[in-house]
């Protein structure tokens, strides 16, 4: 489980791109607006997708992976981050 948040480092600039893969079992992920947070997207990550968050996604949502009642598949989870150079 990971609780609501942005991916918002300085380093990952004003338009972060992030791809996410999982393998495993299946995960909910779900995504809000930052000022209506009524505005919601959930979604089951099944093995092998790919989750692409880009452009300004980061800066008007957040996202979680809520926490399961019972105990759930285990799960492997890589996450990339496009790092920009810090001026």
Not at 18 to 32: D, E, T
């Amino acid at each position: 489980a990971m609780g609501w948040h942005s991916d918002n480092e300085p380093e990952l600039g004003a338009e972060a791109l992030i791809a996410s893969f999982s393998f495993g079992g299946v995960r909910r992920f779900r995504l809000r607006h930052r000022a209506d947070t009524t505005a919601r997207l959930e979604l089951g990550l099944p093995s092998g997708s790919l989750l692409h968050m880009g452009g300004t996604t980061q800066r008007y949502y957040r996202h979680d992976l809520p926490r399961t009642a019972r105990a759930v598949a285990p799960r492997i989870n890589l996450t990339f981050r496009l790092i920009r150079a810090m001026r």
